[in-house]
């Protein structure tokens, strides 16, 4: 990763120094070849006859080299290696320092221009080209190599070796003083590089900053605007006052009421008890508190405004800054509609619920008539069959009789204390039979149940005590019957007839039971969704068992 970024800076700021570096080149370059030309004609025309003429024209060798240079430099094509081809460049340069060199003899008239040309193509390098340094120091020791092997190949080193050693120290310093150079405009660039780079970063995270500042000033312009137009379209009276208690924001509903009513619409800055002097007082004192404690305030009141009176309710919302209650926001609500509305439904459910327990008191009462018509039946009948009959029906109407005596008591129309009813119940039946002998315990777990599920209970129940206090003691034998009724743990309610007497006989089925009773219970049963155990062992046990759901 670290390599990658390396290689990716060293390339921006190659492509940095050429870019920079771009105007000076070419202008340089040119001006070396406008030079090189005018310098060439000014001789010829002025010195045609100098035999040095002829040597000097060899240096026009390294004029496509500087025509190459500036093709390079102005054609994008080459600028994406540009780098390595004014390297190659000046590499060909050397070759051609090392040509000139050795076709030239050290005694030819004009050589020792050979030195100085040398020393100006180190200069134009080091001034004209912007490479990396790296690359400028190969290729000078690559055209002082030429320019050594060219004098010792032409001869001019063991003809003359202290005039080659005095033109080498120039050479060499000539070529030092290029090292500076181009050391100090390469150092010069990195440093420019990096600044610019900071600056740069600076710049586009000042930008990043302004165009955050503006995204956020626009959104907050958006979300200030979303906010009074949504205050704006809400029904309510909303207006928001500070510390002092002056009106610093008002929604448009509350200033068409003001219109509506002739009060001042410009609330801006008015003290809101003075512009709303009819407010309870203690509206005012709810506000204040709203202040000090930091706690949100509903309240009702009864207002008349306009000759027209108003139930309103007037929501106090603290606004807080660090902790501290800058502003606090009230929310007026006329409800007087909903609260006659709640009125009309109370007044309604009051007629409904005393109209539900007179038709439950007349049902009951009902019933205990067709009861006593039973009743004076079976008196005025000998026959003690039909008698036992007329008894069972009794107490099947009797039962459900005890349902509605339930429900016209109860508190609650839609539940009847079941355990309460089937005490009554078998309280009933137990009376009914009158019988010392047998003795009747119930443990009965309080719970509530609608009358779809007490209804068949309570009759089960009858038909199942009825049987026990009729059949399971013959001919005075004591014993106990018990009833219980409690909540199982996997949300199943268990009811349960257990008498201690003779028994079932002994191929008694359920299912082939073909008595009314024994019938009712089956259906009875099956209506619940429940399930019936039949233990017949030291007396019966009658076990049923539904879900609590439904009750």
Known sequence: MKDDIKKMRSKEFTEYMFRTSLFSMRNGLFATLYLFILFALLNMWFFPQQVEQRFFMRFGFIMPFIILSLVVLYFRAFWSRIELYLTIINVFVALAVFYVGINSGYDTPGYSYYFVWVMLVFMGTAAFYRIRYINFVGVSILLITAFILANVFNGALKADPFAFA??????????????????NIYELNRYNFIHQKALEKNYNDLLKEIRERNQMEKSLDTSQQQYLTILDTIPDSIFVIDRDMQIVMANAQILRINKMFGLETNVIGRKFYEVYPFLPEGTLKETAEVFTSGQLFLST????????KFITETRKIPMTKDNIVEQVMLIIRDVTREKSYEELKLRNAEQKELLLREIHHRVKNNLAIVISMLSLQSRSNPDPMLTGIIQDIELRIRSMALIHEHLYRSENLDRIPLADYLKSLSAVIASTFQQKNITFN????????????ALPVGLITNELLTNAFKYAFPAGRTGTITLRLRQLKDEQVELTITDDGIGLPEHFSFEEQSTLGMFMVRLLIE??????????????CFRITFSHKLI
């Open 166 to 183: 005095n033109r080498l120290f120039f050479v060499t310093a000539m070529a030092s003083i290029g090292f500076f150079i181009s050391w």
């Open 527 to 540: 209506q619940l969704y429940g399930k019936l155990e039949i233990v017949n062992k030291a007396g019966t």
């Open 301 to 308: 009141q009864h207002t008349e405004l306009g000759g027209q």
């Open 442 to 453: 119930s443990e009965l777990e309080t719970m509530d149940s609608d009358i779809e599920a």
